[in-house]
């Protein structure tokens, strides 16, 4: 059964460091998501990615985030200069569209 | 106002229990609904969409009322492994561009 690949399933880092997290969408979807989950809270929506650009993107998503499908198979999220408060569980999704998401199993981020 | 909305819980019934979630959303032009559910730690997965005629699968049973902008979830029968958080999920757009997702409800199934 095709699934959404997600790398690395934890990463440490110190605050203000760089973080690449790198999803492999399943291969015929269009749509791609990134979410996160603090611990202990809601499912957060972060970005939607269609057609090669950002459709639509959450308050959280601000100039400290970006996504890049940088070929065929890949899908980002660079995370600039981490904060403590950026420690969480990142979900990629993907979807051919409809709404039914598909989830890797998660990239957790500690910053410390 | 929170978009989707749900009681956060936690409900702790007997297996074989009955037990019903709701969830409101404030959007009125939300297009598309699910139930997922999530495991401790885990990714979300969809347990059913939600259709507005009412959907049934199995022990869960769904349903849509736009005129009040609410979602249900009923699940008959419960078993152990129905301990989980459910999660109603909305799609504001046709394109599903956004979806949101509401707090979650969690469930415990005592034996």
């Known amino acids: 059964e095709p699934e959404v690949t997600q790398t690395p399933s934890h990463q440490v880092t110190q605050m203000g460091q760089e973080v690449i997290l790198r999803c492999v969408p399943i291969?015929?979807?269009?749509?791609f998501y990134w979410y996160r989950q603090i611990l202990g809270q809601k499912v957060e929506f972060l970005v939607s990615?269609?057609?090669?650009?950002?459709?639509?993107k959450s308050e959280i998503f601000d100039d400290q985030f970006s996504v890049e499908r940088p070929d065929g198979s890949n899908f980002t999220l660079k995370i600039r200069s981490t904060k403590l408060e950026d420690s969480a569980m990142y979900f990629c999704?993907?979807?051919?569209?409809?709404?039914?998401?598909?989830f890797g199993e998660g990239s957790r981020l500690t910053v410390l | 106002r929170k978009e989707v909305e749900q009681d956060p819980g936690p409900f702790n019934v007997p297996e074989g229990a009955t037990v019903a979630f709701n969830c409101t959303y404030s959007?009125?032009?939300?297009?598309?609904f699910f139930w997922y559910r999530q495991d401790c730690r885990k990714e979300p997965k969809l347990l059913m969409s939600?259709?507005?005629s009412g959907n049934e699968d199995g022990r869960f049973t769904a349903q849509l009322n736009r005129a009040s902008q609410y979602i249900s979830l009923l699940i008959r029968d419960s078993k152990l492994s129905d301990s989980a958080t459910y999660l109603c999920?909305?799609?504001?757009?046709?394109?599903?561009?956004?979806?949101?997702f509401g707090s979650g409800t969690r469930l415990s199934i005592r034996p």
């Open positions: 959007n009125s032009a939300s297009q598309s």
């Open positions: 990615f269609y057609n090669n650009e950002i459709s639509e």
């Open positions: 939600v259709y507005s």
């Open positions: 999920v909305v799609s504001r757009y046709s394109s599903a561009s956004k979806i949101i």
């Open positions: 999704a993907s979807s051919s569209g409809g709404g039914e998401l598909f």
């Open positions: 291969s015929n979807h269009l749509y």
